[in-house]
């Protein structure tokens, strides 16, 4: 690849039909030979280490629209918005902000960056401003989220600057004490056994929802949650517990006014069978994916390198064929072409050529569940040593449809264009080519 960490961006187009049919489109190696992948680099800001975190920035949903990276850097904290026009080349939207002005003074690790379902927000969560989330509505402010506020009461091990374990975005029913005001999907945060909600617009010395989970006599440890819907227009949380490696899920309700003890810790909704749990006791930067309304896929890994990929049914936490084990997993993204979807996985520090260098394996989701052979992967056909291609994966909505993006050593690729291991197309070019 042979890139300097400089701004920079890659972009050309072929100008004959042969050079295009030599292309091969899940490596790469000179991306001055290729139209179906961009590069960019580091902007000129503090970060030492930008793009330890992309998510999709904001979607008009208008089908000419182009498409917009949230992108996180570290040492110091930093948010960028890289913007995709129609023809696919990228640029900087406004100036990189410091998220030390919003009292975020280092990023968390692994970072927990989220975008709402429902809308053009992300969030950030992190250590910071006695406990904080920073969130940006698609037109690069951000502004600051409080978790939560010292409460005695509440018997937990979560205190103010905990880093967090594990959030997502959940839709809740109408906010307590505002009847009539339902809100867009909100994020809850996890630490130790607790969650937290984010509910704005409280009456004022209203303290946030805090909930003690329960599973009985068994110890709580929520390294990652999910939503999935729920009865009465609002979502049912999905917890991964990592002190036995179970699939539980709450009722929604308890999720927008918990009280604290002594009232009832809230419990699962019923008890899934030992032998149906995950083979894996999950680690901090787990993820519970949605795939539809029926199915979430639980995207594991250890400190000591083992992973897990499976599909499980929210609706009994039984999972839905075998799982993928392939180590060093780091992130997962669900991907989403016509009536099938894909599981994007990167793992920043997989082999390629005897190189630890990164590479990204897609696998096909079907009907039995996840297909445990990898139907494409994307890589560095001449990689550099820690790179940490796949450090951080994404989709992002672009002109309609959906492209991968991946993240890897100061730098970011988005796949305007894709095909299988086959020949065949995983989607077609995506960008208006003249």
Known sequence: MRRTTTTMTTMTFLLAASTLAACNWTKFDDLADETWVNSTGKPDVKSADWGVAITRGADTGDSGASGTLAIIGAGPGTYSELKYNESGSSHFENTSLALAAQGIMTVDS??????????????????????????????????????????????SSATIGTTPDAATYMQPAEFPGLPGITPTPQPIVAVADVVMGTIINLPSNTK?????????????????????????GTDDVLVWNGKDGRL???????????????????????????????????????????????????????????????VFATDTLKPIGNPVT??????????????????????????????????????????????????????????EGNQSFGRSVAVMPYRGKSVIAVAADNEVFVYFQAKLEDGSALYDETRQVK
Not at 131 to 137: D, F, T, Y
Not at 348 to 376: C, F, K, W
């Open 110 to 155: 692994p970072t927990i960056w989220l975008s709402s379902p429902a809308s053009s927000e992300v969030a950030l969560v992190t250590t910071g401003n006695a406990g904080s989330i920073v969130v940006a509505n698609g037109t690069h402010l951000l502004s600051v989220r409080q978790l939560f506020t010292t409460n005695t009461s509440l018997e």
């Open 326 to 383: 392939t180590a060093g997993l780091r992130q997962a993204a669900i991907l989403a072409i016509g009536a099938t979807s894909y599981v994007v996985a990167g793992y920043p520090t997989a082999l390629v050529d005897t190189t630890v260098s990164g590479q990204v394996l897609i696998y096909r989701i079907g009907a039995t569940g996840l297909e445990t052979a990898q139907v494409a992967s994307l890589y560095d056909a001449q990689p």
């Open 248 to 310: 539980l899920r709450y009722d929604g309700s308890v999720f927008n006014g918990c009280l604290p003890p002594p009232a009832p810790q809230p419990q699962p909704q019923f008890q899934p069978d030992l032998a149906d749990k995950p083979a894996l006791l999950p680690g901090k930067g787990s993820q519970i994916l949605s795939i539809d309304d029926s199915r979430v896929l639980l995207a594991g890994h250890t400190d000591s390198g083992d992973s897990l990929l499976q």
């Open 208 to 232: 946030q929802p805090a909930c003690k989970l329960a599973d009985g006599s068994n110890q709580m440890q929520i390294r990652a949650l999910g939503a999935t819907p729920g009865a009465g």
